[in-house]
């Protein structure tokens, strides 16, 4: 290489790109997160139509991709929203001029309530609740910052996480933000959420789907206590990927909150599907791309990816070709920065150099290792997307 | 608050600090990781104080804290360097001035070699090999950069990751290394690299000693055959936090690389200390302070950090009070999000808006998902230093 040919900054070092748009697929440095855009498209339409078949409204869970690209994507195709889990991650949506966003969690301390009505000033936003304290927060920070936010009462319909057990319940906390509200405070209420999150990954569609239904009932039982009570409730918001089809078919849920619909990561894909989700089957969109940098264990070759580069809490990841093919290859263990992969019985050898796309487990939290998506389409980057809201779990 | 408290930036939404110097401990908004500092100084200096005593160089691995501001500690208190485990990683550490780095790890592409071999006219830089490919990665690099580097060859002592089996394998890469130091390529043969991941977590003092002495017995014989082939190997650098004591006693390790000797994580703390072990005993310094978001499920409670916040691959968090005492409740599942958390028996209410700190299971991947590290002392925030190669996988 000539003198002329070295980089203008040798004596400043900074870190090259990972891609730049053109680039083939398969020479990307790794790892690095790639996102089939075909395939994401796909799911996108898919889940949109079928939501508007069924009249819902689809508020999708931006807690999965952290990636306002994204969630602009899914608004251009019609969702009312999106969901972000924590008032931080919220912020890069905001900035970018998302202009509808649900907190679907509850906000317990005074820092983070105050960052919500700021917020609440520059998009319409709303936050689940689930005790006095918490619509105290709220009501002392939308005072200070002269803001309105929509307020859900979370109720727990099986997961035993957060949430208000019934109706009486939700009636003393609806007392209370109507207080607040005669008080001055900028609160209204919005209406409830009911999500279960275990029963997502539920994998027999039969169970899935019946205590979809159960959870939809518990949900409908205190819908109805409300309505006696002359309380409207102009939304019901919760669901998600693995019990879609069936929040959608429920007739109890104004909104759906899906998430991993647009990536489809390795749990998911162990649901079996139904017959009620023949018409909802998602595509692997998301790869983590790596390399072969080790072969000298002879038995086994070693990745460059290991728990830094992607979540392991919901399996470990499969290993694909270049462009998603299947290969047979098992991903064994994963440490710190290392992948072991003993190759399928044969196949061909496995070069060290040599690039394979991994499916993770979780996509939420490996989403949540990087600082951007690579897009890639016909086998070419296309674009690069800043995931954000990386990291902002505050 | 009048209307003068309003924060200038009112129309310009930004997420504020987690902390600043001289809050209270207990105050920091939450999910943060937070760094004991007087723990963490006494972990240094333990290790320092006993790696003098054994005539071993320390160079501390900072894939663990991923902090240039710690690499400076561990400096000033007589490491020779740091070790880093991907190229980008080691980036901001040359950024910062740390001038004596070694990469603990095969680099398999020309972008990677290409950025080592520029990391290389600014820091003193080596990096290990398996492979002769490897060797003509690095030799392009070099020559296309000016620079130089050193190499050692990773041999497996038991591992089974990479690295090389025996010591005509090592002959075979020292041939290759030395062809292409002759033509001109700045590569200098510096040792071998030994290190053995498993033996770290052995729970048994007795057992954790005697694998180490094999393994260490199994590197003297590859030692001492090169030593009979006529070659030098000036360095020899591996172990690790779980087997240090050994590792410094070996009479085989002319440098050890143990890294979570800093903050010493929920999984190491799980090791038996055996007699060797005594004077080497470190202290948890690592917390992920978090808080009660939520109380309405009655028999447990919710905390707003879960998988995105702490790693649980070796195990979920122990919990703890404000300062790190003990508290007897029981973390029993990791949501992205959430952390349900089942109070001791007896013990007194958990109210939400309390904040409660997390041990976890392990520190590296748990530094990995933060940006920055609260060093507090005597209950008040002290410094924010940053995590400047989080993310920095490539």
Sequence with gaps: M????RPADADRPTLPPAARPGLPAGEVDTPALLLDLAAFERNLDRLQARADAAGVQLRPHAKAHKCPDIARAQIARGAVGVC????SEALPFVQAGIGDIHLSNQVASPAKADLLARLARHARMSVCVDSTRQIDLLAAAVRTHGSTLGVLVEIDIGQGRCGVADAPAVLRLLEHLERAARQGAGLHFRGLQAYHGAIQHLRDAAQRHQQAALAAARAARVLTALQHAGVACPVVTGGGTGSVAADLASGLYTEVQPGSYVFMDGDYALNEPGPADQALRFE??????STVMSTA????????AGLKSLATDSGLPRVCAVGGGATGHRYLAANDEHGIVQPAPGAATLAEGEPLWLVPGHCDPTLNLHDQLVGCRDGRVECIWPIAARGLSR
């Design 2 to 5: 000539s003198t002329e040919a």
């Design 84 to 87: 972000c889990q924590k008032v």
């Design 284 to 289: 692997h969109s998301l790869y983590l791309a």
């Design 297 to 304: 264990g002879g038995t086994h070759v070693v990745l460059d």
